[in-house]
């Protein structure tokens, strides 16, 4: 080669880096148009962030000992919301005093590490709008109550006091590694917006297009992988632009009546759901890039509407099996059933008997938000009635049964690093019980509505 070839090549080396510097420049200086900012507009854009690294469970602390599976470790009181873990097992959970509402922290071995107080205007009250604690690894706590979004680091210090919020808090969507994505709502008749949290701080706030009036709360999540999306029951928005990516299946009628559905669970390709009127309850599968309808299978039919009814979320199994339960009076088949079918055409593969035992609890259809969570040893927990089950994922036999825990008919399970499942075993008690697992399974969507282990289908 020739100095002069030489001088071309290395010419031609810089032209292309030039080019390249361009287009990145000009890629990062795009705007989503619609999207009204609402904090310093010279904050980092959105951005999924990285994904959660597995670095194994944390070790054991002396307290743990040698309980086994079903084990009950001990019981926390004045809980008042959904608990949640950190990577090292720490617990967080809201809680209510005469003052109003605080953050505590308590170690593995179930002793105080902190608490703090939230924001007067923090609320959580009605069963309806639920306080929920999600720990993601940017190493917070979130907290969303009717009117507020607010985070606390794991030290236990606001930061920063609150998000801005519009209204009242409809939907708590899921938490990306930027924050968390959530909506809100002034009224029936009034605009809904849809919020993103900004890695910097601050969050991006859009309104809702029409039609938005079916897009109620817990119906919604986010697949944070490729072009990322907020993925609801008949409306999916891009995750970045928060624009409109599809609207299909609007609300059937169902029984005579509009359609209700559970939170809806991922599988990377699916959201899943019961989907039920007063008689009918039947799982759904809706294609995730398009939103039409790819399974529909009958789960059961009462014969006294929702009547002691009970049900929990779907979870997803770790060979994308779809486990959910049902609990009607006089319905199909026995009295409350734990149900695995397959998530490629949603055939049955077993059931598992667990009635829900009567006169415990209020009866909400509404009020369940998790009763089911998949462990990465294989087994599913179910919590119903006074009793926690261990269920294998594969063939669906009885590994334990621990009972006489109380009301645990709402139980907002979470799995701790270090092998325990928090239980809410009435209004304001937790309940701690060994198991076999170290941590959530390993699915896209393994808890109803998001955990502090759950990944994002990357």
Not at 183 to 193: I, R, V
Not at 230 to 255: F, Q
Request: aromatic share 8%; with cysteine; proline share 8%.
């Amino acid at each position: 080669m020739t100095l002069g070839d030489r001088e071309l090549l290395r010419c031609a080396r810089l032209l292309l880096l030039l080019i390249a510097l361009l287009l990145g420049w000009g890629c990062g200086s795009k705007t989503s148009l619609g999207v009204e900012g609402l904090a310093d507009s010279g904050r980092p854009p959105f951005d999924s962030g990285p994904s959660p690294v597995d670095t194994g469970p944390p070790p054991r602390p002396d307290c743990f000992g040698e309980l086994a599976p079903g084990d009950v470790r001990g019981q926390l009181e004045g809980i008042d919301g959904r608990p949640a873990y950190d990577a090292l097992g720490n617990l967080y959970a809201p809680q209510q005093t005469e003052e109003g509402w605080r953050l505590v922290s308590h170690d593995p071995c179930l002793a105080l590490r902190w608490a703090v107080d939230l924001p007067e205007a923090f609320d959580g009250r009605p069963w309806s709008i639920r306080t929920s604690v999600d720990v993601h690894v940017s190493g917070h706590v979130w907290l969303k109550g009717r009117f507020e979004v607010t985070r606390v680091t794991t030290d236990g210090v606001l930061d920063p006091p609150s998000l801005d919020v519009e209204g009242q808090v409809w939907t708590w969507v899921a938490i990306p590694a930027a924050g968390p994505v959530y909506g809100s709502t002034n009224g029936t008749d009034m605009p809904k917006y849809l919020y993103r949290t900004r890695a910097g701080g601050g969050s991006d706030r859009v309104v809702l297009e029409e039609p938005s009036s079916f897009l109620w709360n817990d119906e919604c999540l986010v697949d944070a992988g490729g072009r990322g999306a907020v993925l609801c029951w008949n409306v999916a928005y891009e995750l970045t632009s928060l624009t409109r990516r599809y609207y299909r299946n609007p609300p059937a009628l169902i029984d005579g009546t509009l359609r209700n559905i559970t939170q809806p669970a991922f599988d990377g390709a699916r959201l899943w759901s019961l989907r039920y009127g007063i008689s009918t309850y039947e799982l759904i599968g809706l294609d995730a890039r398009s939103g039409e309808m790819a399974v529909r299978q009958s789960v059961a039919r009462t014969t006294s509407g929702q009547t002691n009814a009970i049900m929990g979320p779907p979870v997803i199994g770790p060979r994308g099996e779809v486990l959910v339960y049902f609990n009607g009076s006089r319905a199909t088949g026995a009295d409350g059933q734990l149900h695995a079918f397959s998530g490629d055409d949603g055939d049955p593969l077993w059931s598992y008997p667990a009635p829900r035992i009567r006169g415990s609890g209020t009866g909400r259809v509404f009020s369940v938000t998790s009763n089911l969570a998949v462990g990465d040893a294989g087994v599913v927990y179910l919590a119903v009635g006074e009793s926690l089950h261990g269920v294998a994922v594969v063939g669906g036999e009885r590994r334990w049964a621990t009972s006489g825990l109380g009301d645990v008919n709402d139980p907002e399970l979470q799995i701790s690093p270090l092998g325990d499942i928090a239980v809410r075993t009435g209004e304001t008690t937790v309940t701690i019980v060994a198991t076999e697992s170290r941590g959530v399974g390993p699915t896209p969507w393994p808890v109803a509505g998001g955990g502090p282990s759950a990944t994002y289908a990357e």
